[in-house]
């Protein structure tokens, strides 16, 4: 089986390469890739490289994520998050090619408590969560053999995260705000990865029915947390497992939204139901402190 990996440089690339090596060969390419061959704003030189290719599963992690800066660059974005993606499914289709694709919780408008269902209605409020409900719904209508994952607050070891923001911040000062009324499941891009190839070990396994497993999923760690709860924990974890660090700080404060104003507007509640995952692919997901704890022991 032949996959073409796009996005290889991101934090979910960079674990997808390893976890779908086993599937077959893995042709992995960025936005920087010779004659522009994996860059979602060339789209034609993109599409000519997926017809070369002619992959049999394209697995799709590029995006524009700079949530603020799509406020000021909303063409980019969405040449980059939905006009291209939707090229890529129509080819993806041509192929009769499985396309994977990643989507996240900003497709909704964070109200109220209860986690967003795959069926609830989604509402954005700022350019990025637009872009990538339309970049959705173009795979949807467009690419018959799909997988589209919705996830929230996606961290990796490698490269600059939340945690080891906080870890630096906690090392140079006595107090930090932390905001306590976003609400989510920070979720490991090495969780992302690693469903993604088990999700594709079942729709492509010769006896398997996969175009009835073909859909949107919501797919994050379990249990919930704040920022501040994320915050505190990462530095209460970071004491525990090398209590030679230097951390000064001595008081994490929960504060609201409004003490750190963004271009791009949050959302309040980004709790995604998994179960309709868990279900159709046998998962069990882990609680989010154990992916947390474990990209610390990486990171420290």
């Known amino acids: 089986m032949k996959i073409l990996l796009l996005g290889k440089g991101g934090q979910v690339g960079w674990e997808l390469q390893r976890s779908l090596a086993p599937l077959g ?3 992995a390419l960025d936005w920087d890739s010779v004659d522009g061959c994996g860059d979602f704003t060339r789209p034609q030189q993109l599409l000519q490289t997926v017809r070369s290719l002619a992959p049999q599963v394209i697995v799709n992690a590029a995006a524009h ?18 006009t291209t993606v939707g090229e890529l499914a129509r080819q ?9 694709h990643y989507s996240t919780d900003y497709v909704f408008d964070g109200s109220g408590s209860r986690p967003w269902l795959e069926s609830d209605a ?21 690419c018959e053999r799909h997988l589209v994952f919705r996830t929230s607050w996606v961290y990796g070891a490698r490269g ?49 029915q996969g175009v009835a497993l073909t859909g949107l999923y919501h797919l994050a760690a379990a249990g919930q ?21 230097d951390l000064r700080v001595r008081e994490v404060a ?6 750190f104003p963004t271009a791009a507007r949050r959302p309040h509640n980004s709790r995604l139901d998994t179960h309709r995952i868990r279900q159709a692919f046998g998962l069990n997901l882990p609680h989010w402190q154990e992916g947390v704890d474990r990209m610390l022991t990486e990171i420290l």
């Open 225 to 245: 947390t704040s920022w501040h709860g994320y915050a505190s924990h990462v530095i209460e974890q970071a004491r525990l497992r090398k209590p030679e660090l």
């Open 160 to 208: 600059g995260n939340f945690a080891r923001t906080m870890l630096r911040l906690a090392a140079e000062r006595d107090k930090l705000q932390v905001i306590d009324d976003q609400i989510g499941a920070p979720t490991g891009a090495d969780l992302l990865a690693d469903v993604t190839a088990l999700a594709l070990r079942q729709v492509c396994a010769p006896a398997a």
């Open 254 to 259: 929960a504060v609201a939204s409004n003490a």
């Open 25 to 27: 060969q893995v042709v």
């Open 65 to 82: 994520t700079a949530v603020d800066k799509a406020e000021s660059e909303p063409e980019l974005a969405r040449l980059i998050n939905a």
């Open 92 to 100: 993806a289709q041509a192929l009769g090619a499985w396309l994977v």
């Open 122 to 142: 989604p509402a954005p409020l700022n350019v990025y969560g637009q872009t990538k409900l339309e970049g959705e719904r173009w795979v949807q209508q467009a």
